[in-house]
């Protein structure tokens, strides 16, 4: 990655709508990694940033003035005892895919997730998917168990994995979790950049 002119990990902004939604357009027609079948609208996409920013991280990796990929973490069930277990996804530019990119958005999502007070990781693989299979298991992801035929797309019924990862240092009971917004503009936020992107250059 060397070669690259500059690369920044960064909140996403309501102008990347439309090249996150380009990222993630071939993993909803072309794809079982999302179970999503119809392409959002921009504006739909839009909302869902939002949402999730009130509360988590929607990190983008932008490459020469390219989003190259993007990786958020959601809520994994409403109610509240679930409160401090989050999923993470990913998705890259197939152009950006086995650089270091997935690797830097992670490492930075994990060090933000910390200190927001979040616990648990977990991430949700269609399978067969050896490589993020790969992917998350060098990040300590621990395997939980498969959902069978779970899911039906692109002419079949597609099995889940569950994969979790515990990021907390100790098994005190948790506070609240600290709003994203409440770290962006620290020295805190700067260090998990620094720490993601030291994964990449």
């Known amino acids: ?66 989003i190259a990929g993007y990786a958020y973490a959601t809520d994994h069930r409403s109610r ?8 993470l996804s990913v998705y890259l530019l197939d152009q950006y895919k086995n650089k270091g990119i997935a690797t830097a958005l992670y490492t930075c999502l994990f060090q933000l997730l910390k200190i927001q007070g979040v616990t648990n990781c977990l991430a949700g693989i269609a399978l067969p998917n050896e490589s993020s299979i790969r992917f998350h298991e060098k990040f300590g992801f621990k395997k939980v168990g498969i959902y069978h035929q779970v899911g039906y797309k692109l002419n079949a019924f597609r099995d889940v994995g569950w994969w979790e990862l515990f990021i907390a240092e100790k098994n005190d009971p948790p506070s609240g979790i600290i709003p994203i917004g409440k770290i962006e503009k620290t020295k805190d936020f700067e260090r998990a950049v620094i720490t993601g992107l030291n994964r990449i250059l």
């Open 80 to 87: 509240k005892a679930y409160s401090w277990t989050k999923e």
């Open 1 to 66: 990655m060397s070669n690259l002119q500059h690369i920044e990990i960064r909140m996403a902004f309501e102008r990347d709508t439309a090249e996150i939604l380009e990222i993630y357009r071939p993993y909803i027609t072309d794809s079982y990694v999302s179970f999503e079948t119809e392409i959002p609208s921009v504006e739909e996409l839009k909302s869902r940033i939002k949402n999730i920013q009130k509360t988590l991280p929607w990190l983008v990796c932008v490459v020469d003035n390219q």
